[in-house]
């Protein structure tokens, strides 16, 4: 541990360890043990994997799931001279072979990557050439499907550790329920002296909340809380419009405000970080897409003008208040409009039981291939059956760890673009074995570069595509070429017989879409949870500490400083407002839109859900009908859409004229990123909009 109090103090500049970080620190270096750190947003979770990767003589590998907090964590690590990269998306090809040569080279001391490069081809055949001498797994509540954010991606990450002979393992998050805590343990072996947690609860920060009927008068509050504050603020809200809107209206006020959101872009949105990291008393309104890397520790005030959909995120973004310890406001507002839209959210992600049926016989019925794995293009399928990807890879993740039919291994290529370097294909062209000939044999000339499809080229040789894919990564890896894959498929290993009948094939799709809807009511559940927490008959503060498991965090049960310690009372909320089903408004959505064959499409069509379906025929954004039944109860749109489907035996009819309409300014309750759809053999593509 010596040398572990020396990096600290001569590269990160602190005297001392904080919190329980020592004691994180020590069982990695000294037990060579596996640990959870759980602690709050700013409690210094990135100290003990970094601290710890500059006394190991390997590899630190970091697994986060955002490029930009990479990003900012490598800029960081570079400031203080230490060697570290990220290789993701956003590297050129010279980039990308530089930081694997460091890697390989043994100077590079961490390498942050995204989970999904866990299962990259050339990656993993990089792992197996370097000591991994700690895996450092952010953000690890994605791996339970207990938590709010669960990711398919996380599941792999423990079977990647065991396959790979890493050393040890720390993970790491700000957001674990005592159940998502489990899950996690469970997954890297970590016996109950592993987990390391601090409570949430921060005396310096003071939760309020307040009850407004519109945005009007939530602004009316908003003005005096911004022009009162003595520091930096952040306000968060639900919809890129939103954010648009509330800074529009703050600057007759005089308060001038920044707009941050998914939707603008990467230049805008640095500039806006940039400026705010370095102001002392600036202001971003700011969908969830902020916050996330924000490290300043001056922050007085964070408003949640509309509410945060779960506690999960609720305590991850008030944590940015008030990291130096001083005194610093939240603000969370209940409004019963806001509601509708959040739901949407919890929607969102349910495709319809005959889609999910027609995906499924895809799956069932696809002959394997010489290997005897299954592949799969997920965009593609995501086009034709309107699932979202994300909902798509959860489909994939029940079938491996419900059902037991397949498991997901390596995904492959099937286009390499071949940039040969120097004398690179000189070297290419003197071997003669029988790989490299075929390789060469169907190379296609673009310009001064080659493409590959190694699809093809296994076809006509009779050589297995992984050797094909193996000697060209090979071949980049010792500097004779640079490449760029394409055209990804998911790849799954066959553990028995996929089921064959109509009849078990319904009887499976509808297991999972039932699991779908359950998914959707535990997102309502936790829509209730935050009201319940901001309503209840109690310290807020100490209810907080309570869902996280730490129920005597606060002394006394009592912070001193929220709106129940201050005023003695509850808040009185109402909750949403729904109104009546309007058969008018049922009839302008069929007009608009003539499919009959998914009552589903149509409620989320009229409530407002993106799906890739939706777009493509545009029936969302782009609509005027699109959103018009928001403030209706969604299963009642269901039914109501169903019986107006019943009648014409759930047959398309011939549409009506569509007014031409302005395209919104923002998109909805999609949770990926932007894309671009094209129509597929039914008629359906994929454009998912982001909040």
């Not at 309104?285 to 949640?304: E, L, S, Y």
């Not at 928001?630 to 859409?641: E, K, P, R, S, Y």
């Amino acid at each position: 541990m010596e040398k572990a109090h020396q990096i600290l103090n001569d590269v990160f500049g602190f005297s001392s360890f904080r919190l329980s970080q020592e004691a994180v620190i020590s069982r990695l270096l000294v037990n060579n043990e596996n640990a959870l750190v759980v602690f709050p947003t700013g409690g210094g979770k990135s100290l003990t994997y970094q601290v710890p990767a500059l006394c190991l003589d390997g590899l630190t590998l970091v697994v986060s799931p955002l490029i930009a907090l990479m990003k900012d964590q490598v800029d960081a690590l570079a400031n203080r001279g230490v060697k570290a990269a990220n290789l993701d998306s956003t590297l050129n090809s010279d980039q990308a072979a530089f930081v694997k040569q460091e890697v390989l080279n043994g100077s590079l001391k961490m390498l942050y990557v995204a989970p999904e490069r866990l299962n990259n081809e050339g990656f993993i055949n990089m792992m197996s050439r370097v000591t991994i001498s700690l895996l450092a797994v952010d953000e690890a509540h994605c791996i339970s499907q207990w938590g709010a954010s669960f990711r398919p991606e996380y599941l792999k990450i423990a079977r990647f550790a065991v396959e790979h002979n890493v050393e040890r393992v720390l993970c790491l998050t700000a957001t674990a329920t005592p159940t998502v805590s489990d899950d996690i343990c469970k997954s890297f072996f970590i016996n109950k002296e592993g987990i390391f947690r601090t409570p949430v609860f921060r005396p310096n920060l003071s939760l309020n909340v307040e009850v407004a009927d519109s945005l009007q008068t939530k602004l009316d509050r908003l003005v005096p809380l911004l022009k009162g504050c003595t520091g930096p603020t952040i306000v968060y809200v639900t919809l890129q419009r939103h954010a648009e809107e509330v800074v529009n209206q703050l600057r007759p006020h005089g308060i001038q405000a920044a707009v941050y959101h998914a939707g603008l872009p990467n230049e805008q949105r640095a500039k806006v970080q940039s400026d705010f990291m370095e102001s002392e008393s600036g202001i971003v309104v700011c969908t969830i897409a902020f916050g996330m890397g924000i490290d300043k520790a001056n922050i007085r005030q964070i408003v949640h003008l509309y509410m945060p959909k779960t506690l999960e995120n609720y305590s991850q973004e008030v944590g940015r208040a008030g990291r130096d310890g001083l005194p610093s406001a939240c603000v969370m507002f209940l409004s019963p409009p806001d509601i509708p839209i959040l739901e949407g959210f919890c929607r969102g992600d349910t495709c319809s039981e005959k889609d999910l049926q027609l995906w499924l016989q895809e799956v069932a019925l696809r002959e394997p291939a010489k290997d005897g794995t299954l592949d799969f293009n997920h965009y593609k399928q995501g086009r034709e059956y309107d699932i979202r990807p994300n909902v798509l890879n959860l489909c994939y993740a029940q079938l491996e760890l419900d059902y037991g039919y397949l498991r997901a291994i390596t995904p492959f290529y099937s286009v390499y673009e071949i940039n040969p370097r120097s004398n690179g294909w000189a070297s290419i062209a003197a071997n003669k074995s029988a790989i490299a000939a075929a390789i060469r044999a169907h190379c296609r000339p673009k310009g001064a570069k080659y493409e590959i499809d190694v699809v093809l080229a296994a076809a006509a040789t009779g050589i297995d595509r992984i050797d094909l894919a193996k000697q060209i990564s090979n071949w980049e890896l010792d500097g004779l070429i640079d490449t760029k894959a394409s055209q990804v498929r998911a790849r799954y290993a066959i553990l028995k017989a996929l089921p064959k009948t109509t009849e078990e094939i319904k009887t499976i799709a509808g297991e999972m879409f039932s699991r779908m809807l359950k998914r959707e009511e535990e997102g309502i559940e936790k829509l209730r949870q935050v009201i319940e927490f901001a309503t209840d008959d109690d310290c807020l503060a100490h209810n907080l500490a309570k869902y996280f498991g730490d129920s005597d965090a606060v002394p006394d049960g009592m912070c001193q400083r929220c709106t129940f310690c201050t005023t003695g009372e509850s808040m009185e909320f109402s909750g949403r407002t729904t109104t009546p089903v309007d058969h008018a408004q049922i009839q302008a959505i069929l007009r608009a839109c003539p499919e009959r064959d998914d009552p589903r499409l149509l409620a989320r069509m009229a409530f407002g859900i993106t799906s890739p379906r939706l777009t493509l025929n545009k029936w969302s954004t782009a609509n005027p009908m699109f959103g018009s039944m928001v403030t209706m109860d969604f299963n009642a749109l269901i039914a109501a859409f169903d019986s107006e489907c019943k009648k014409v035996g759930y047959q398309k009819v011939e549409s009506s004229p569509i007014p031409t309409a302005t395209k919104r300014s923002y998109t909805t309750y999609s949770s990926g990123s932007r894309g671009r759809g094209s129509a597929s053999t039914r008629g359906r593509g994929s454009k998912r909009g982001r909040y």
